[in-house]
């Protein structure tokens, strides 16, 4: 088992990890070119971004790297993974898969759930693809995780394929103190449509403890993805992860993100609609307390006519926490028609919690319609003071202003997203563990949001009876 601190990190590290999983040579060529462009680059590529970034509270001398990492499941996990039993979904833990659930059916019709690794060999050339589609010279973090990442997922949903149910994609760093690298691919055919829920734990440490992630998800024609990231770790960890999504005509996808936990969450997505029709819809949650940081910064990019781009921020920010969203709209010159919208919003719960926001459009043609806006603000206090007035304490008019809040951007999201995410705000307001159990109190929460305020159907009556 090779083991080293990533400030140490070299080549014969990136070469034991290759070597430990038998990789052919073109994908330790990767991993070595790769690796090269890692040393070469700045923490934070723009000089416009690099004053506000916290990217270096990760401290390279306290994060450790492993070939492998101990399997042991952590205690605080027992329940959920016994929750997902009977649900297709694949565990992670560390570098380890602890378990793929997918049943006979599923895999008759084509479904694939698996580690890379397998993946790797039995699906080498759409892994050739995603990892060809990232760019190590983009960013420090893209180089360093297609140099050395030591596990990862991989899900195909097939041609036709409409799933009823979610997969489930859940990881928890292991209880060793070791990092985990993780390359994560999802690809939709085309008139497939899946709902993927991924979760994000890791065990409570003294030590820093990372989860660097590479996500890219690929759509086919009129492939249609819902996928829910909840991000749930302990507040000694750090969570890097880059996103990238590549839409073809007429695909869809809906990503909605949860983020709760870690000292420093640093998120990079980008959006490629490349065909014609295509359209993402992105809204991102985040409530910080303490001393933590949320780095997110969401470009969409316009390849193609017609195309429609929606991202929509938010941050609860307490105590000393602080966020910086940086947001970016790129309509290309063959992007006609194209209509884009891009908002960053916090609120700030108190006098030392900070939040910035830097969004920008750039657009090279006619005819499209686009906009973005940011604000950050404390609560009102004249509205506390009516909340007060209305029998409510101080924390519960807090809670009511922020439930208000969040309200439009919670539409957006199914019955069961809106309850996991007002269930993680209660417990994290009420400072208990962050889970998504499902347990008694967790239904008290989605059979709220199945009753919740239906603004639609009251449009349609009105139409009805007019």
Not at 121 to 128: F, R
Not at 195 to 220: I, W
Request: some cysteine; overall charge negative; proline content about 2%.
């Amino acid at each position: 088992m090779s083991q080293e601190i990533l400030s140490k990190l070299n080549a014969n590290h990136i070469s034991d990890i290759s070597s430990s999983r038998n990789e052919p040579e073109w994908l330790k060529d990767y991993r070595n070119s790769s690796f090269s462009v890692y040393d070469s680059l700045p923490i934070e590529m723009s000089p416009l971004y690099n004053k506000y970034t916290d990217a270096k509270k990760m401290d390279p001398e306290k994060v450790s790297l492993s070939t492998s990492t101990t399997n042991t499941i952590p205690s605080f996990l027992e329940k959920r993974l016994g929750e997902l039993e009977n649900e297709t979904c694949i565990i992670q833990i560390g570098t380890n898969i602890h378990k793929i659930n997918l049943s006979d059916d599923l895999k008759s019709k084509g479904l694939v759930i698996s580690s890379i690794s397998d993946a790797i060999k039995n699906n080498s050339e759409l892994i050739k693809q995603a990892l060809e589609s990232s760019n190590s010279k983009d960013d420090k973090f893209t180089a360093l995780n297609n140099a050395a990442f030591n596990s990862g997922v991989f899900i195909h949903v097939p041609k036709n394929l409409v799933l009823d149910k979610p997969i489930h994609f859940l990881s928890c760093l292991s209880d060793d103190g070791m990092s985990t690298i993780s390359r994560n691919i999802i690809f939709a055919d085309e008139n497939s449509k899946a709902v993927v829920v991924q979760e994000l734990y890791s065990p409570k440490t003294t030590t820093q403890q990372a989860y660097l992630e590479l996500l890219h998800t690929n759509l086919a024609s009129n492939a249609h993805l819902d996928v829910t990231t909840l991000q749930m770790m302990d507040q000694h960890a750090v969570n890097f992860s880059t996103r990238r999504t590549d839409l073809a005509q007429d695909a869809k996808i809906n990503w909605y993100s949860g983020l709760f936990g870690t000292m420093l969450s640093r998120y990079k997505i980008d959006y490629f609609l490349n065909g014609t029709g295509a359209s993402s819809n992105d809204s991102e949650v985040i409530f910080g307390n303490n001393d933590q940081s949320f780095d997110i910064q969401t470009n969409v990019n316009h390849e193609s006519p017609s195309t429609e781009g929606r991202v929509v921020e938010k941050s609860i920010l307490r105590n000393k926490s602080k966020s910086l969203f940086k947001g970016m709209i790129r309509i290309k010159e063959n992007a006609s028609k194209s209509n884009s919208f891009l908002s960053g919003r916090s609120i700030l719960l108190d006098k030392d919690a900070k939040s910035d926001a830097i969004p920008g459009l750039e657009i090279f043609t006619n005819d499209v319609k686009a906009t973005h806006s940011a604000s950050v603000a404390q609560i009102d206090e004249e509205q506390i003071f009516y909340l007060k007035s209305r029998c409510l304490s101080h924390e519960e008019a807090e809670r009511t202003i922020v439930e208000g809040f969040l309200e439009p951007l919670s539409r957006k999201m199914s019955f069961q997203v809106r309850a996991w995410i007002a269930y993680l705000i209660e417990s994290k307001w009420d400072n208990r563990e962050l889970t998504i159990n499902t347990d008694e109190e967790l239904a008290k929460f989605v059979e709220v949001e199945e009753t919740r305020y239906n603004e639609d159907a009251e449009i349609e009556q009105h139409y009805k009876y007019r």
